[in-house]
């Protein structure tokens, strides 16, 4: 069974970047056809797709962020990472990662499997 958990800093600054871990149990990052997407949600809102990392290493990012955000891995731990830059107060939300065992796609109630969220808040 996969399970997903993530982990960082709570608070985070304007202007700096923002990290975060997911690490997954219970199955291998790199089986195919796994997706990984990095999903978050900000207070009163609805849930928005940031980006994937496929089982093969290719990401895809959704383009209101793609500017700003990174996603990476590392198959010897089966840990993923988020990296958001210049981040704002708008950027406070409720990080999510998620797998999808069917393929690609950007629609986060297509996912499967979810880790618990974590929360971040921009603030000086």
């Known amino acids: 069974q996969v399970q997903l958990q993530e982990s960082g800093p709570g608070l985070v600054k304007p202007s700096q970047t923002l990290s975060l871990t997911c690490t997954v149990s219970?199955?291998?990052?790199?089986?195919?056809?796994?997706?990984w997407s990095w999903i978050r949600q900000p207070p009163g809102k609805g849930l928005e797709w940031m980006g994937v990392i496929a089982y093969d290493g290719s990401t895809y990012y959704s383009p209101s962020l793609k500017s700003r955000t990174s996603i990476s891995r590392d198959t010897s731990k089966n840990q993923l990472f988020l990296q958001l830059s210049s981040v704002t107060p708008e950027d406070t939300a409720v990080y999510y990662c998620?797998?999808?065992?069917?393929?690609?796609?950007?629609?986060?109630?297509?996912?499967?499997?979810w880790g618990q969220g974590t929360q971040v808040t921009v603030s000086s």
């Open positions: 219970g199955g291998s990052i790199t089986t195919s056809v796994y997706y």
């Open positions: 998620a797998s999808r065992r069917e393929g690609y796609s950007d629609v986060p109630s297509e996912y499967d499997y």
